[in-house]
């Protein structure tokens, strides 16, 4: 693919290499992903989901294989350098939205502004203000990040991760904790971001329903990828309608 | 979010804030700790002081004496059997040699306060029928009052010592029956000595002190002791009491005096300051170690609630570097917060003791200071001593591995 964001060649993934009990969980995989692509990743509990996504996140590395991230060639960086990628280029959404619970929603989403340039300014605050009001929680704004509901937790969670303007957004069962409306508002969000400012995003789900939304859908099973498909527009349009209809 | 603080700051500081319960017990405990401290090093001071001052103000820190006489055989050549056994020689009343410069030269010396020339001798004191063996010491009123100020110290009458005057002990007072104004008659081995009238009573402190010693003026000694022109000794007072070794060695050196130190003269009671000392500083190096521990307890604690915000953080592109330096200032300013605390605490123990516990005449028992050395010292070493007790903790923190952290 030309327009490349994150591209991963025969990645592998081993755990407790060396010792008798080493365990493959990725066997070599091949991914890339475009440019403002709506990709969702499926597959059994245990297939190694999540593990691609750590990887791609450059939380964990490959035990063999090349990524890409945004130009960059991951593999082989200092931890340091790695670190630094990693907050420029991505944007994480966890399952439990893991908000700092001694901050604000406004800090929340501040956060990886301050952590990258030391201390905070008025450009950070205005700059987490607006995303906060893309996200429709301005009035919640100085609210503790535990005085929320989910979903206004993972409108927040999201909004955080979109303050360094990543080049991708990675979400591990992002609605997993919501209910089906919440879910909605939520993937809603994430749509729009991927439509408006062009954010590549890979979405974890195992919610059918939403995955049908989805522009590609890849679906791995034991560490492998077993389909890697994309959808119509129109599909894409049905599926959503569908899933409204389903919410009301 | 204050714009002027930096992450770290911002985030310890939080962090701090949300773990208020761990925050205060941990403060209180410091803070105690700071107190015993500074409440000790307090006590310490001001007992070694109260116990040298009562000590040293009825004594010189350092007196010079002449060099003891021994004997010197004569070597008889081949023939002549030598004696195996040598008499020590008696030591008589002499003056030191050359005594004005030896005065001049030691007064010379940057650590020397005060020096004053002594002709002293024991007499019998004569009043009627009774008689009392006593010490006298002729000294020059000026200059021996900077060394042992005995006006302080009368309880009757004046510390005058003009021609004919005396000043005596209490309890030869008694003895002996004498007021002051009345007449004293002191005669020396010689049988020989001249009729002086007390013009004063001093306490000294000590029975035995008080039973023995009288002063009267220099020459008045000298003539009595058969020490014309002479002095029998010189007392010194130093700057510094605890280097009174050091300086009357570097003056024995110089003058080629014997010189005596109150440190060797009381060496019992030096041993036992010193002691104290000791045994005050590993107290408060124990009591210190113990807030360290505390400190590395609720961080390590602290660290592994917050786990999962340090993993969060770390994804977030937080560094490795930022994460301890948050650790560490969080062990710094539990320190330092806590040593706040610890201050006014040693400080109202402090004031409390000068308060609650007197002597029967209604001072204190020993005055403590409220040094604000000590209190600025205790602040600076508890919040090193908090970052020094972060490290591991924070190093630990840096160690998070954000996928595991997150997950869990």
């Known amino acids: 693919m030309a327009d490349a964001v994150v591209v991963l060649e025969g990645v592998r993934k081993s755990y407790n290499v060396g010792t008798p009990v080493e365990t493959e969980v990725l066997h070599g995989i091949d991914l890339a992903l475009g440019r403002s692509e709506f990709c969702a990743l499926m597959g059994p509990s245990g297939s190694g989901k999540s593990t691609l996504l750590n990887i791609i996140g450059l939380l964990d590395r490959p035990t063999s294989g090349q990524?890409?991230?945004?130009?960059?060639?991951?593999?082989?960086?200092?931890?340091?350098?790695?670190t630094r990628l990693r907050g420029h280029t991505i944007g994480f959404v966890f399952?439990?939205?893991?908000?700092?619970?001694?901050?604000?929603?406004?800090?929340?989403?501040?956060?990886?502004?301050?952590?990258?340039s030391g201390r905070p300014d008025a450009g950070m605050r205005a700059r987490a203000d607006e995303l906060l009001a893309s996200v429709g929680l301005t009035q919640w704004r100085e609210n503790l990040a535990t005085n929320m509901s989910g979903g206004q937790q993972q409108r927040v969670a999201v909004a955080r991760a979109l303050a360094m303007q990543p080049a991708v957004l990675l979400a591990d069962e992002p609605t997993g904790n919501l209910d089906t409306a919440s879910a909605q508002a939520v993937f809603d969000l994430m749509k729009r971001v991927n439509a408006e400012?062009?954010?590549?995003?890979?979405?974890?789900?195992?919610?059918?329903?939403?995955?049908?939304?989805c522009g590609r859908i890849v679906e791995i099973v034991d560490g492998r990828i077993t389909s890697d498909r994309r959808l119509e527009e129109k599909a894409r349009l049905d599926a959503h309608q569908e899933a409204r209809r389903g919410e009301g | 979010m204050n714009g002027l603080l930096p992450f770290e700051w911002i985030a310890a500081s939080r962090f701090l804030r949300e773990g208020r319960m761990q925050t205060a017990a941990i403060v209180a405990g410091i803070g105690i700790g700071v107190g015993v401290i500074i409440f000790m090093s307090a006590a310490l001071a001001g007992q070694m002081r109260n116990i040298t001052q009562r000590v040293l103000s009825s004594q010189a820190h350092i007196v010079l004496v002449p060099p003891q006489e021994v004997a010197r055989p004569l070597r008889g050549g081949e023939e002549a059997a030598e004696a195996a056994l040598v008499q020590k020689p008696f030591q008589r009343v002499r003056s030191i040699d050359q005594w004005q410069t030896v005065i001049k030269q030691v007064a010379a010396m940057p650590a020397v306060v005060a020096v004053s020339p002594m002709a002293a001798g024991a007499v019998l004191a004569v009043r009627g029928e009774a008689t009392r063996s006593v010490s006298i010491q002729g000294v020059d009123a000026e200059q021996y009052f900077r060394i042992v100020p005995l006006p302080e110290k009368v309880v009757a009458g004046t510390a005058r010592l003009g021609a004919d005057d005396i000043v005596v002990g209490a309890d030869l007072a008694t003895d002996l029956g004498v007021r002051v104004g009345d007449k004293l008659r002191l005669a020396a081995a010689s049988g020989a000595g001249p009729t002086l009238t007390v013009t004063g009573i001093v306490d000294l402190g000590s029975k035995v002190v008080n039973q023995r010693m009288t002063f009267c003026a220099l020459h008045t000694a000298q003539a009595l002791l058969g020490l014309i022109g002479g002095v029998s000794s010189i007392d010194i007072t130093v700057r510094d009491i605890y280097a009174a070794e050091d300086v009357a060695q570097r003056i024995s050196a110089l003058t080629g005096v014997e010189a005596d130190s109150w440190i060797r003269t009381n060496s019992q009671l030096y041993l036992a300051?010193?002691?104290?000392?000791?045994?005050?500083?590993?107290?408060?190096?124990?009591?210190?170690?113990?807030?360290?521990?505390?400190?590395?307890?609720?961080?390590i604690v602290?660290?592994?609630?917050?786990?999962?915000?340090?993993?969060?953080?770390?994804?977030?592109?937080?560094?490795?570097?930022?994460?301890?330096?948050?650790?560490?200032?969080?062990?710094?300013?539990?320190?330092?917060?806590?040593?706040?605390?610890?201050?006014?605490?040693?400080?109202?123990?402090?004031?409390?003791?000068g308060v609650l516990l007197k002597n029967p005449d209604g001072t204190p028992l020993f005055p403590l200071?409220?040094?604000?050395?000590?209190?600025v010292a205790s602040a600076v070493l508890a919040t090193l001593s908090g970052l020094v007790a972060a490290y591991l903790p924070a190093l630990r923190g840096a160690r998070v591995d954000p996928v595991v952290a997150i997950r869990g």
């Open chain 1, 95 to 116: 399952q439990y939205h893991h908000l700092l619970p001694a901050f604000t929603a406004l800090e929340n989403v501040m956060m990886p502004m301050l952590v990258e």
């Open chain 1, 67 to 82: 990524l890409t991230i945004d130009g960059h060639v991951a593999s082989g960086l200092r931890d340091r350098d790695l």
């Open chain 2, 369 to 375: 200071d409220l040094d604000p050395k000590l209190f």
């Open chain 1, 197 to 213: 400012q062009g954010t590549t995003i890979l979405i974890v789900t195992h919610n059918r329903a939403l995955a049908d939304q």
């Open chain 2, 273 to 299: 300051i010193n002691a104290q000392r000791i045994a005050n500083t590993t107290i408060r190096f124990f009591v210190g170690l113990a807030i360290a521990f505390g400190i590395a307890a609720v961080l």
């Open chain 2, 302 to 353: 602290s660290v592994v609630q917050k786990s999962k915000e340090i993993g969060i953080l770390r994804a977030m592109g937080a560094s490795r570097g930022q994460i301890l330096r948050v650790f560490l200032l969080e062990g710094a300013v539990l320190g330092l917060i806590g040593s706040l605390f610890g201050s006014a605490l040693g400080a109202a123990a402090i004031i409390l003791w």
